[in-house]
C-alpha cells in the first residue's frame, strides 16, 4: 500500500512539473513515505532524517517532507523532533502536497497538515508507476479489524471500498496501458463490499474477466473472511495467480483471541486443506508475530505446529514491537528482546528448510515466469516470478523484462528458484503443446 502511495505522490508531483531524480544531491524536494506498521520502520526515518544534516547546511533551499502513517501518528511533534524537517503531511492530505511546498517555499514556514478524515481519497490522484507491466490497483482503503498489535486502523482509517465500476475501469485502462501483471489491494480483500451486494468474490470476477488481463494478484486476504468460493474462482481462472498471503499471526488459539483475529488454528488448517484440495498448484505464503505480549512457550510451540502442518511456501516473521494507541500498547510486553530473538530465530530456521524443500521440488519443471529485471543478486542473470509467486534468476538478456518466458528449473534455494531459458526443440504442429499446470499451454516456435 505503502508502495502504491509512493506512485501517487510520484504521479501529483509530477503533474504539477517536478522531474524525479535518483541523486539526492540534485533534489530541492527530499519526501520519506513512512510506514509504521513496525517499530524498526520508525526507527529507520530517524536514521535517514539524521543524515540531512550536513545536506541541508550545503542546500538551504532544500525542502524536506514526511508523509505517510508516521506523519498521521505524530503529526507537529515531528516538527519539533526533527529540525530538518519542513513539511509532514499525512496519508489523508496527500492531495495538498504541491500547494504545502509552495506555501512552504514562499512562508519559509513549516507545515503541517495531517487530518484524521480523508480529505481526498487518495485513488483520485494521477500515478506515476515505476513499472511499465506491473501495477498495483488499490480496491479499498482503511481497515476496520483492530487487531489488537496493529496501528493501520488509526492511521489508515475506517475501512472504506472503492466504487465496482471504478475499480473496473482503472483495471481495463491499466490492461489496455500494456499491464501484465495487476495486484488488487487491500487491508483485508475479501471485506470488500460495493453497497450494492457486490463483495471480492464479484470483483475479482470481473476483473479477471477483462480481455488480455493477464495475471491478476491480490493481497491481503484475512483468514476470518476468506471463502470457498473465492478459493474456486482462484482454481477455475488461468489468469488469477495461484498464490495466497494468507497471514496466520500465531498457532495458538489463546493468543489469536487476544489479538483479536476471530479464527482458530482449525479453522485455519481447514482453510489451508481446502485450499491444497483445490488448488493443487497454490503457494502459500504467512505473517507470523513472535513473542506476542504474554506468549508463553506452549503458545509458541502451537505456532512451531502450524508451521510444521501448513508447509507455507513463504513466511514474514515479525518480532512483537508495541505501536502507539493500539489495545496491545496498553499492556505488559513481557517478552523480553532476547527472548523475542530466539523464537524469531527458531521459526525462521524452520520455515527456511521447510521453503526449501518446496522450491526442490520444482527442479525439472519447465514454468512461466514474467520477468521483472536484473537479478539483484547477479546483474548477467535477469530475475522474475512465476504465476505461484516463486522468484527465478536465469540467464537472458534484458529484452526479455516484462515478457512471460518458459524456464526450466535447474536448482533451488530457500528464497529463489534458479533456471535456464527453455527453448522447445523443433515440432511438428500437432506437437507443439506442454502439458503445464493440468493446461494445454501453446509454445509458440
Ligand atoms: N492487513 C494485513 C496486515 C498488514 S500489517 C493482515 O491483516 O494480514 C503486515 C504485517 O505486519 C501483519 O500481518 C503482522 O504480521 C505484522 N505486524 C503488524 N503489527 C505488528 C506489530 N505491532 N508487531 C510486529 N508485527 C506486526
Ligand atoms: Fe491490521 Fe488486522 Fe487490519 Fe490487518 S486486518 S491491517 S493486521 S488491523
Same mark, same amino acid.
Given at each position: 500500500m505503502n508502495k502504491h502511495d509512493s506512485e501517487r505522490i510520484a504521479g501529483l508531483l509530477s503533474e504539477c512539473h517536478f522531474q524525479e531524480t535518483l541523486e539526492i544531491g540534485q533534489a530541492e524536494v527530499i519526501i520519506y513515505n513512512t510506514c509504521s506498521v513496525r517499530e524498526n520502520a520508525d526507527n529507520r526515518l530517524f536514521g535517514h532524517l539524521s543524515q540531512l544534516a550536513s545536506l541541508k547546511e550545503r542546500k538551504r533551499s532544500?525542502?524536506?517532507?514526511?508523509?505517510?502513517?508516521?506523519?498521521?501518528?505524530?503529526?507537529?511533534?515531528?516538527?519539533?523532533?526533527?529540525?530538518?524537517?519542513?513539511?509532514?503531511?499525512g496519508p489523508n492530505d496527500l492531495g495538498a502536497l504541491p500547494h504545502l511546498i509552495r506555501m512552504s517555499e514562499e512562508k519559509k514556514a513549516r507545515l503541517c497538515q495531517a487530518r484524521d478524515k480523508p480529505q481526498q481519497e487518495i485513488t483520485s490522484l494521477p500515478s506515476k508507476r515505476k513499472s511499465a507491466f506491473k501495477a498495483w490497483l488499490p480496491i479499498m482503503t482503511g481497515c476496520n479489524n483492530f487487531c489488537s498489535y496493529c496501528i493501520v486502523p488509526y492511521v489508515r482509517g475506517r475501512e472504506h471500498s472503492r466504487p465496482f465500476e471504478e475499480v473496473l475501469t482503472e483495471a481495463q485502462e491499466l490492461v489496455d496501458d500494456g499491464v501484465v501483471e495487476i495486484t488488487l489491494l487491500g487491508q483485508n480483500v475479501n471485506s470488500y463490499h460495493d453497497g450494492n451486494g457486490r463483495g471480492f468474490f464479484h470483483l475479482l470476477e470481473a476483473v479477471s474477466q477483462i480481455e488480455g488481463a493477464k495475471r491478476i494478484r491480490f493481497a491481503t486476504s484475512h483468514p476470518k473472511d476468506l471463502s470457498p468460493e473465492v478459493i474456486d474462482l482462484i482454481a477455475q481462472r488461468e489468469n488469477i495467480c495461484n498464490h495466497i498471503h494468507l497471514p496466520l499471526q @500465531?498457532?495458538? $488459539? /489463546?493468543?489469536? @483471541?487476544?489479538? $483479536? /483475529?476471530?479464527y482458530t488454528r482449525e479453522h485455519f488448517l481447514h482453510l489451508t486443506s481446502l485450499i491444497q484440495e483445490r488448488i493443487p498448484e497454490a503457494a502459500l505464503s504467512t505473517d507470523i508475530i513472535v513473542g506476542y505480549l504474554s506468549e508463553e512457550e506452549e503458545d509458541f510451540w502451537d505456532t512451531v505446529d502450524m508451521l510444521k502442518k501448513c508447509r507455507f511456501d513463504q513466511a514474514f516473521i515479525f518480532e512483537f514491537s508495541p505501536r502507539p494507541g493500539t489495545t496491545a500498547s496498553m499492556m505488559e510486553d513481557r517478552i523480553s528482546k532476547a527472548e523475542k530473538q530466539r523464537r524469531f530465530r527458531m521459526v525462521n530456521d524452520l520455515q527456511k528448510e521447510i521453503s526449501w524443500q518446496k522450491n526442490r521440488s520444482y527442479i525439472g519443471r519447465c514454468i512461466t515466469v514474467l520477468v521483472e529485471g536484473r537479478s539483484k543478486k547477479d546483474p548477467g542473470e535477469i530475475s522474475?516470478?512465476?504465476?505461484?509467486?516463486?522468484v527465478v534468476n536465469f540467464p537472458g538478456?534484458?529484452?526479455l523484462i516484462g515478457k512471460m518466458v518458459s524456464v526450466k528449473i535447474v536448482d533451488a534455494g530457500a528464497f529463489s528458484l534458479k533456471g535456464i531459458a527453455h527453448v522447445p526443440r523443433r515440432t511438428?504442429?500437432?506437437?507443439?503443446?506442454?502439458?503445464?499446470?493440468?493446461e494445454l499451454q501453446r509454445i509458440s516456435d
Open positions: 532544500l525542502k524536506v517532507v514526511v508523509a505517510g502513517c508516521i506523519a498521521q501518528k505524530m503529526k507537529e511533534d515531528l516538527l519539533e523532533r526533527s529540525p530538518h524537517v519542513d513539511i509532514v503531511v @500465531s498457532g495458538s $488459539n /489463546r493468543i489469536l @483471541s487476544h489479538m $483479536n /483475529r476471530k522474475g516470478r512465476t504465476d505461484n509467486n516463486k538478456s534484458s529484452e511438428t504442429s500437432h506437437e507443439n503443446c506442454v502439458i503445464f499446470k493440468g
